[in-house]
């Protein structure tokens, strides 16, 4: 596994690319963002969202999909700032945290018409199980809504303009044809992998769903985007995005950070809305054999906040173990037995990254912990 010379990205994460000098996309992306006339983007913005202002005051502006936390909170409170009248819709996670709870409802009070939408619980779960054995992402629900729910809200309100936050594709790195400002089917499709319409239905009957369950899931008909002319824009592309400098504003809005640090990682405000995300990150770390500290201590890296030997060691320390309150939780919620998560766990961890033993079988501590190879 190669690290990035810059940040600590490794060439594992799913469509990173390296120069020949063993930079990843993310790092030449940072520096491109300094040669960026950031007062002509915002020029560009603001044409584009003239366009859609509906002066008739007959409908909503644009729509912004939320999850309440600090990127929408900041996308709610610009698009306001610009004059606009946004509608805003959330898909509710299944296990919401009391400060995502609160932080939603401090969003609201930026002065915004929301629509919360909670999927029937029963499938949601059977969702997230199918998600956890099959695809080894138990947030996989939540990640299918939090891109289908707004488009068919679009649709539904015939809002054409959906304003979305950061490009992650940009932000943590991916390939040159996701520098688009533009977020699209053909966008979440090479970039997201989100849509129902990969599975076999026959696999989700194993799991006792059926068609008529999913239909909050199912992203709408080309002939229904066509007919309202739905186009979502990345708010990121236009605006110089700096995830801490937009923090502090926030704050100053009344959204509110956990009083220590989040499970898995060393911040106190990052994606705070959801119980299981630590566990979200902690599958990513067995498949790629990276997490969530080392995406936001490659971000401080770039953003010159942290040396690299000061971020190899939160990541050393954060990381590469278990998020044990996260998975008690889990474990009682789901019904699962410690072993029968380590069992699942092993099927996507990659034996390339971490150590396996004569019978080829992944090796672990004492507490179920896998330990990365030397070679």
Not at 122 to 142: C, I, S
Not at 233 to 262: C, M, P, T
Request: glycine fraction near 6%; charged fraction near 30%.
């Amino acid at each position: 596994m190669n690290i990035c010379k810059k940040c600590l990205f490794p060439d594992t994460k799913p469509q990173l690319k390296f120069d020949q000098n063993g930079v990843c996309d993310a790092c030449r992306y940072t520096e491109e963002k300094e040669i960026v006339d950031w007062n002509e983007r915002k020029h560009d913005l603001e044409k584009i969202l003239a366009k859609y202002k509906k002066n008739d005051q007959n409908n909503y502006d644009c729509l912004i999909p939320i999850s309440g936390g600090k990127d929408s909170t900041y996308q709610t409170y610009m698009i306001k700032e610009l004059g606009l009248n946004p509608l805003v819709v959330n898909f509710r996670p299944r296990d919401y945290t009391d400060i995502g709870i609160k932080n939603m409802e401090n969003l609201k009070n930026l002065g915004v018409d929301c629509i919360e939408f909670s999927a029937n619980p029963h499938v949601y779960k059977k969702l997230a199980m199918f998600g956890l054995t099959e695809l080894g992402d138990p947030m996989w629900p939540e990640h299918i809504g939090l891109f289908q729910i707004p488009i068919k809200m679009a649709v539904n309100f015939k809002i054409p303009l959906i304003v979305w936050g950061e490009n992650p594709m940009l932000e943590y790195g991916g390939p040159v044809t996701a520098t688009s400002p533009y977020l699209d089917k053909s966008w979440l499709e090479n970039h997201g992998g989100y849509f129902l319409d990969k599975i076999k239905p026959e696999d989700m009957t194993r799991y006792g769903i059926t068609k008529n369950e999913l239909l909050p899931f199912i992203y709408p008909s080309d002939e229904e985007i066509k007919k309202i002319g739905v186009t979502g824009i990345f708010l990121g592309y236009y605006l110089n995005w700096d995830a801490r400098k937009q923090l502090e504003i926030v704050k100053k809005l009344g959204f509110n950070v956990l009083k220590g640090l989040s499970e898995g990682t060393f911040t106190n405000f990052e994606n705070l809305d959801s119980k299981i995300v630590p566990l979200h990150d902690y599958f990513k770390y067995l498949k790629y054999g990276y997490g969530r500290t080392t995406d936001q201590a490659s971000i401080d890296i770039r953003n010159k906040r942290m040396t690299r030997n000061e971020g190899i060691r939160l990541v050393k320390e954060f990381e590469e173990k278990i998020p044990e309150k996260c998975l008690a939780w889990f474990l009682i919620e789901y019904n699962l037995n410690r072993n029968e998560f380590i069992k699942i766990c092993d099927k996507f961890t990659n034996k390339k990254i971490f150590e396996t033993d004569e019978f080829d079988e992944i090796k672990h501590d004492e507490n179920g912990n896998v330990k990365k190879s030397s070679l």
